[in-house]
């Protein structure tokens, strides 16, 4: 991962934890934008939008990645109603 990969990944786990969405989606999106497979950013994107749909595709983005990554798996199971 590239250092300002670290760096954004970071500022955008700080800023969703303190609830701006907004600069989390905007500084994750950057990391995901470079990297596509950078697994702990697709899984805090999904926590950083709203539309179920989106929080899918971000959740299927990790498990894609990383078929076994319980986080991503017990999100799709709450959007699936299972959880």
Known sequence: ??????????EGAVALTN??????FDLLMRVVSEDEEATEAWLWLSGA?????DQRT???NV?????????????????????
């Open 63 to 83: 498990l894609a990645l990383d078929p076994a990554n319980p986080y991503a798996l017990h999100g799709i199971a709450v959007l699936d109603g299972k959880s």
């Open 58 to 60: 971000a959740l299927e």
């Open 19 to 24: 609830g701006d969405k907004t600069r989390a």
């Open 1 to 10: 991962m590239k250092e300002h990969h670290a760096e954004w990944l970071y």
């Open 49 to 53: 939008v709203d539309d179920p749909d």
